[in-house]
């Protein structure tokens, strides 16, 4: 029996835990990410058939007093433990980074964990954290492989025309999770020429399920789910309610979410007179998010910017028409006039206009729900995912680069 690659994958979010899960059965799987130990304990007690806590690291989130002091003792114990690995890589950095003993105490920090561990491949789940980590290789011979899942290309490092330069050239695998986010990737100086996998994102189809039919009465129930930012777009979603709201449509528009952007939100609500046809949920846990998706009959996502939208995936699942704009990779999430609807960004008529087609053609739109069922079966499957994965590690692992 051939001995399993050891891949390390690095997040700054536990979202990829079905991902992590998945993986885990074909490789020797590393998963790091930031948070409280706390975190951890509650991630493990939670998971203990599937992961085991050798093999979930942490990094701290803060570098407060007592977590350098935990740093600088965990590094104490490095050296008495490993001293000539750490001793060959301090000395390693000490040169590479020209005697900045501050900067080489938190690269040791967050580099010799991996080192430690020899992995076959390291894999940063998102393009700000391959930034941080972009002189890995000179201490660990690896593949390196980073995911651009939206923020990481479209807002990060906009002001620095070579913030990715040393990703580019260093890196051996890109994974993108549409042909959206590699164009604006090569706009930002990806040149190709290594391994690639174009793999966007699953869900948990057993959890993401209609569980009755429906059909909508003379009140429609409109559904948004995700963070409460300006990247949302909520407020093109209020002013195409409020279009409605003055034809006298009966509605009801529920958000779920929370974020920086709540007062502002709720300014909009009041001023546009929807107080009685808006409710904010706040933050709610995946199984209340399905109830809340099983309740609705139409989703609405107003986006002015958008990698691929795992809510939309969730909301196709649970048999919901969706009305989204054509911010970035949106467009790719969906199938236009046969699971929903593709708007142009910023345009709260055009919004208005679905909408109201929503209302004259209920009857359809159960039919519309089903077409999404279909497609996120074939195409957004946790099952299929993993497979994907497996075989763009196998190919990466297997390149020259």
């Given at each position: ?76 114990y490095r050296f008495l433990f490993y001293p000539v690995l750490s001793i060959r890589t301090i000395s390693k950095m000490l040169n590479l980074y020209r005697g900045d003993k501050k900067k080489t105490f938190i690269k040791f920090s967050l580099y010799f964990p991996i080192i430690r561990l020899k992995p076959d491949i390291v ?279």
């Open positions: 029996m051939s001995k399993k690659l050891r891949l390390i994958l690095i997040a700054d979010t536990d979202f990829l835990k079905d991902k992590v899960f998945g993986l885990s059965q074909h490789f020797d799987l590393h998963f790091f990410c930031w948070g409280k130990k706390s975190s951890k304990e509650m991630f493990l007690q939670k998971y203990s058939n599937k992961l085991s806590d050798t093999n979930v690291h942490l990094y701290y989130d803060k570098l407060s007093p007592l977590t350098l002091l935990r740093l600088l003792l965990l590094n104490i894999h940063f789940e998102f393009g700000t954290l391959a930034h941080t980590f972009s002189d890995l290789k000179q201490f660990v011979d690896c593949k390196t492989a980073v995911s651009f899942r939206g923020y990481d290309i479209n807002f990060t490092g906009l002001d620095n025309p070579v913030y990715y330069k040393d990703v580019w050239s260093d890196f051996d695998g890109f994974h993108f999770l549409g042909n959206d986010l590699k164009y604006r990737a090569i706009k930002r100086g990806y040149t190709g020429g290594k391994v690639e996998g174009l793999i966007p994102p699953a869900i948990d189809t057993t959890l993401f399920m209609p569980t009755r039919a429906k059909s909508a009465g003379n009140k429609l129930v409109i559904i948004s789910v995700g963070r409460l930012t300006w990247k949302k777009g909520y407020e093109y979603a209020l002013q195409a309610l409020a279009v409605l709201k003055q034809k006298r449509y009966s509605f009801e528009y529920r958000i779920v979410g929370d974020g920086n952007h709540r007062q502002a939100i709720r300014f909009a609500v009041t001023e546009l007179g929807l107080e009685d046809v808006v409710v904010l949920l706040g933050a709610l846990n995946k199984h209340e998010v399905q109830k809340e998706l099983d309740n609705a009959h139409v989703f609405l996502h107003p986006a002015v910017s958008e990698g691929f939208c795992n809510a939309v995936i969730e909301a196709q699942a649970m048999a919901l028409p969706v009305i989204a704009t054509n911010a970035d990779g949106l467009a790719e999430n969906i199938k236009d006039g046969i699971t929903g609807f593709i708007v142009p960004v910023y345009n709260a008529p055009a919004i208005a206009e679905k909408l109201e087609w929503c209302f004259a053609n209920k009857n359809e739109l159960p039919a519309m729900g089903m077409e999404g069922v279909k497609r996120v079966q074939q195409h957004f499957r946790i099952e299929e995912q993993v497979e994907k994965f497996k075989d763009f590690y196998t190919r990466l692992h297997a390149s020259y680069y």
